[in-house]
């Protein structure tokens, strides 16, 4: 019997002694407001940014396999290249991760270069663009980030050719650790807002990929390959209730990329079974009825991210959208009477006109959202016609006519609390949009 002991208390002992492999994250510096962390990358002209979403899945499930992780986000740190080298220095990284943006890519490319020089003995993956952007494939990962990298942390594949990772399924997603809590541990959260949410606030995924999945324009639909894949509700409460009662977070961004009407129904109902208070917010197609609108209110939704894209219904059919206007004037409608805030997202430049594309800013304003988000097409897939430095002045036109007005100025009063981002928020809208 004290064989047995002794083999165990030695065994523990040598599994100690073993040195945890490192493993960094890192988003790098690029340029002021620049966003790699959204759907798409582009300078943010509200001074938005979100939590590295991707990377912190990522790093969560590698923490979950035993490994040492640190992450960071040196673009949303504001951090110099200098800064940078010391964390570097400092942390000595087994493995070195680089999340790469499809702006920045070329900048991200030649320091994955640089390292690979300077540090030998460290192993390097990337620049890595996990949304899979067809321009540079051979960086790439396809499929599921974490089985990815895992796969090629442990030497399974070949890192010089794309590499296809796995997709986990709904138990494997309940099984990484909550990305609320790895982002609370790991990072510095005062660098992270947005107009549309309550300071500080927390983003999450309940789900992987799309449950329409047909936008001609999305790049999710081609990064999560499978499908739509959900986590357990039960595991979803279990985060929420964590962020309510263990963090200093005041809401949650639930960051899947639409929520759909039975998802919407379901977790409200648990949301309110369980007691939880906190508020949130999602992205939602333009086409959920009433009564599920009320219910998401009642279980404290405040704000829905809703993608409207374009005011042309020969646009909406060219890109599936699979929703008319006249349907999303109705959502819109029916979203404010039961009480809930709308932030408006616009694509402007998908093959139309100049006239196609003011009518769409013009329906925007009609429309009235509280906030309202005019993204320029990027093509990642497609030829693009437009001149990019028109549509940056469209870009401007879009906001000066969106905020100049009575509803809009009431909107950023509303919303920009704070007199250091009020000035920002004031600056970009007035002076500073479309500048790249």
Known sequence: MSEIIYAVVYEGFRKRSI?????????????????????????????????????????????????????????????????????????????ICIYAGDESFP???????????????????????????????????????????????????????????????????????????????????????????????????????CFWGKCSFCLWPRTYKQGYTERSLLNVMREIEFIEKRTPFKSIMIEDDSFSAERAWCFSNEKILWGLKIPWSCLVRANIEYFILLKMKQANCLNLHVGYESANPQTLLKVNKGISVAQMEEFTGDAKRAGLKIHGDFLLGIDETEEEVKNTIDWACKLKPDTAQF??????????????????????????????????????????????????????????????
């Not at 509200?46 to 990522?58: E, H, I, N």
């Not at 590499?163 to 809590?181: K, M, V």
């Not at 999450?204 to 990929?209: A, D, F, V, Y």
């Not at 990019?388 to 036109?397: A, I, Q, T």
Request: contains cysteine.
């Open 19 to 95: 040195r945890m492999k490192k493993v960094l994250l890192i988003s790098l510096p690029y340029k002021p407001n620049y966003m790699r962390n959204a759907r798409c990358d582009f300078v943010s002209w509200s001074g938005t940014q979100w939590y590295p979403m991707l990377l912190g899945y990522l790093g969560a499930y590698l923490e979950s396999k035993g490994y040492q992780v640190k992450i960071l986000d040196a673009q949303a740190y504001n951090m110099t290249g200098r800064e940078v080298n010391i964390e570097l220095e400092v942390f000595h990284p087994d493995y």
């Open 107 to 209: 900048f991200d490319l030649r320091v994955a270069q640089i390292w690979r020089q300077r540090y030998p003995n460290t192993k390097l993956i990337g620049p890595f663009y996990s949304l899979n952007s067809n321009k540079y494939k051979e960086a790439g990962i396809e499929g599921g980030l974490e089985d990815g990298v895992l796969s090629w942390i442990e030497g399974k594949v070949d890192p010089v050719n794309p590499i296809i990772g796995r997709h986990l399924t709904g138990l494997e997603l309940d099984g990484i650790p909550f990305a609320s809590e790895f982002f609370l541990k790991h990072l510095k959260y005062q660098y992270y807002h947005t107009p549309s949410e309550p300071y500080p606030f927390v983003d999450i995924l309940t789900s992987r990929g």
């Open 375 to 436: 993204q320029i097409y990027i093509p990642y897939f497609e030829k693009c016609h437009w001149d990019p430095e028109k549509l940056k002045v469209l870009g401007r036109y879009a906001y000066r006519k969106f905020y100049v007005s009575f509803h809009g100025l009431k909107a950023i009063s509303r919303q920009f609390l704070k007199p250091k981002i009020l000035y920002e928020s004031i600056n970009a809208v007035f002076f500073k949009v479309g500048k790249r």
